[in-house]
């Protein structure tokens, strides 16, 4: 049995063992909050087990720079800086857990320190054309608002300030991995 | 200021409204003298907020009760100017001694943000000529999502909106003053994403300010120094981070036509990137076993990017063969990344 989300998906109920050995290939759009993980309990008629499973988003991530500028959480973004931006209010501090490709050996821990890329925008302007409210989409559908919206040139869903896009290997704007949590 | 303050403001609500606010109002006064006696423009924006709002604070500061010194509240010939929040919105209100008091303006945004670090929240100064003062406020619903540079006519009479028709959008912006001839607002694009490196430039017209684009050229010329200067920084900075602000220097360079800049720039950062004391290696994310490992790996893929954006740079130039030489040793680097 899975834990729900609010994107609600079909995951698979029961798995079939051939000698002791079942396999089954879920797919996750979306957790509760800022969860890092989703439950998961497996039961047979001798035991119970309650498992959990990191729930990692891929999506496009931006340089942010902008060194000199106020964050939304009341920083001032420094040369080098080590935090992201996720397009929604209200996560100030939370850890986010970066990978530049799957498997990459190193991971990048950082916090949530900044609103955006893209969303939420108040108003369409000739900086951001995109309008819209906060756009939590690891609740929802796994898959930013900008990723599928032509306001948006560049489809990301996260920022990532200039030291930490630089510890992640990354020289443009590229697809990365990323979870809630340390 | 002490004359602005003997004056009390009330607004035209009901009777009993008047009084529950007085009350409110000498209650928060006497609290805000308690805690701020000296910062008189922060009491006194705090006397006049509204009673269901916050001061529109710079954000991640105490809310209502511990006024910042960011200076969110402004004092003006003609009164005291402040933001303030009320249910997620911001309002710009002005308190007159001269006027009726005029209906709050809405902002855009949830946060007022400054133009630069140094910057006051509000910014009143002459923007066109003569002694008329305009009022600048920017907001922002992010850093990365973008801001917004609010603009009103006359500071000393009633808010009158000077951009016509909303603010003007940006990822920053800069105040280009020069003297006897007032300020020009110069809004930039996000030059981390080489699809929105822009500029835009704003004048004055006596009334308002109009998007003229006047002298964008030099802007984006200026920006792409201030990028390229940043890039070929002796000041030793993560491999990458030279990089990609190169990659975006470069193109920009070539945008313009202007590959010998493009060519000097990659042939500096080149130099740079031989010495591996102007570069920093990979901390937060790498085993300190593997640290010189990778930053190895992150010089040899640097270089490669240089190389490869010499290559386009000497083909912008009309030089194919130097080209050539550049497009296979960033191939020679990181095949991966770049073929022969």
Same mark, same amino acid.
């Given at each position: 049995m899975w834990e729900g989300a609010p994107g609600g998906e079909t995951l698979p109920g029961t798995v079939t063992l051939n000698q002791g050995v079942g396999t089954v290939n879920p797919t996750l759009n979306a957790l509760n909050g800022t969860n890092q993980t989703r439950y998961y309990i497996v039961s047979s008629t001798f035991a119970t087990d309650t498992n959990r499973i990191n729930v990692w988003f891929q999506v496009v991530g931006t340089q942010e720079g902008l060194v000199g500028s106020t964050t939304a959480c009341g920083g001032t973004i420094q040369p080098n800086d080590h935090f992201v931006a996720l /397009?929604?209010?209200?996560?100030?501090g939370v850890s986010v857990n970066l990978r530049a490709?799957?498997?990459?050996p190193a991971p990048v821990v950082t916090t949530v320190q900044d609103v955006g890329p893209w969303f939420p925008h108040s108003s369409a302007t000739s900086g951001n054309p995109c309008v819209g409210?906060?756009? /939590?989409y690891w609740n929802t559908t796994?898959? /930013?608002?900008?990723?599928?919206? /032509?306001?948006?040139?560049n489809g990301a869903g996260i920022d990532i300030a200039d030291g930490t896009f630089s510890d992640l290997g990354l020289t443009g704007t590229g697809t990365i991995l990323w979870r809630f949590g340390q | 200021m002490r004359d602005f303050l003997s004056r009390r403001y009330i607004g035209g609500q009901p009777l009993a409204g008047r009084i529950a606010g007085l009350l409110c109002a000498i209650l928060i006064a006497i609290c805000s003298a308690k805690l701020y006696g000296a910062d008189d423009v922060q009491a006194e924006a705090l006397r006049h907020l509204? &009673?269901?709002?916050? &001061?529109?604070? &710079?954000?991640g500061l105490p809310s209502? *009760?511990?006024? #910042?010194?960011?200076?969110v509240a402004y004092e003006t010939p003609a009164g005291l100017l402040f933001v303030y929040k009320r249910a997620g919105a911001l309002f710009l209100r002005q308190i007159s001694q001269r006027s009726k008091p005029a209906p709050d303006v809405p902002l855009l945004g949830g946060f007022v943000a400054r133009?630069?670090?140094?910057?006051?929240?509000i910014i009143v100064r =002459?923007?066109?000529? *003569?002694?008329v003062h305009q009022v600048i406020v920017m907001t922002s619903d992010g850093a990365s999502a973008g801001s917004y540079l609010n603009a009103f006519e006359?500071?000393? *009479?009633p808010l009158v909106d000077? =951009?016509? *028709?909303g603010p003007i959008g940006g990822s920053s912006f800069r105040l280009d003053c020069v003297p006897e001839a007032g300020c020009r607002v110069v809004a930039y694009g996000k030059w981390t994403d080489i699809t929105n490196c822009w500029v835009r430039t704003y004048d004055w017209t006596g009334v308002a300010l109009i998007?003229?684009?006047?002298d964008a050229a030099r802007y984006t010329l200026s920006r792409t120094e201030e990028l390229a200067n940043t890039s070929k920084?002796?000041? #030793?900075? #993560?491999v990458f981070l030279r990089a990609a602000d190169t990659s975006v220097a470069v193109a920009k360079y070539l945008d313009q036509h202007l590959p010998l800049a493009a060519i000097q720039l990659c042939k500096d950062v080149l130099q740079l990137l031989n010495d591996p004391s102007r570069s920093i290696k990979?901390?937060?994310?790498?085993p300190e076993s593997f640290q010189d490992e990778q930053f190895t790996e992150d010089l040899r893929r640097g270089t490669a990017i240089i190389h490869n954006l010499l290559g386009k740079s000497y083909e912008a130039s009309g030089s194919p063969i130097q080209a050539d030489t550049e497009f296979r040793l960033a191939a020679e680097l990181d095949p991966l990344s770049f073929r022969k």
């Open positions: /397009p929604a209010t209200g996560l100030c490709t799957a498997g990459a409210g906060s756009n /939590p796994g898959v /930013p608002q900008a990723a599928g919206n /032509p306001c948006s040139s | 509204p &009673l269901d709002a916050v &001061l529109a604070r &710079l954000p209502r *009760g511990l006024v #910042p010194s960011e200076s133009m630069d670090p140094m910057a006051n929240g =002459t923007i066109g000529r *003569g002694n006359d500071a000393s *009479g000077a =951009t016509r *028709g998007e003229t684009d006047t920084s002796s000041d #030793p900075m #993560p990979r901390t937060a994310a790498t």
